[in-house]
Nanobody, 117 residues
Framework: QVQLVESGGGLVQAGGSLTLSCAAS????????MGWYRQAPVKQRELVAS???????DYAGSVQGRFTISRDNAKNTVYLQMISLDPKDTAVYYC???????????WGQGTQVTVHS
């Protein structure tokens, strides 16, 4: 059973930075796409950034240039470095990975990021 453990959320002032980490375990076939989503109150969950096993990155337009996604395949860990944070970035951030023969998605428990002005 794949498990994801997220860390790095917290409270930060606008303009500040945070780095989220998500360590995956339990898969014997490795992980394909890894990504970060977020969900703000009364809003739908949205993709923030994703990275393929080959290193191709995609970003939501709202975070382009401010957030950087990376992964360490040796550690089965994906990171999200966030700079120039804005109160609009306040949300619960979820890690997601795709693994297995049929490309099943797995989710972390979420970590709160709160940006105050």
């Amino acid at each position: 059973q794949v498990q994801l453990v997220e860390s790095g959320g917290g409270l930060v002032q606008a303009g500040g930075s945070l780095t989220l980490s998500c360590a995956a375990s339990g898969s014997i076939v490795g992980y394909n796409d890894m990504g970060w989503y977020r969900q703000a109150p009364v809003k739908q969950r949205e993709l923030v950034a994703s990275i393929t096993s080959g290193g191709r990155r995609d970003y939501a337009g709202s975070v382009q240039g401010r957030f950087t996604i990376s992964r360490d395949n040796a550690k089965n860990t994906v990171y999200l470095q966030m700079i120039s944070l804005d109160p609009k970035d306040t949300a619960v951030y979820y890690c997601s990975v795709v693994s297995g023969l049929y490309g099943r998605s797995y989710w972390g428990q979420g970590t709160q990021v709160t940006v105050h002005s």
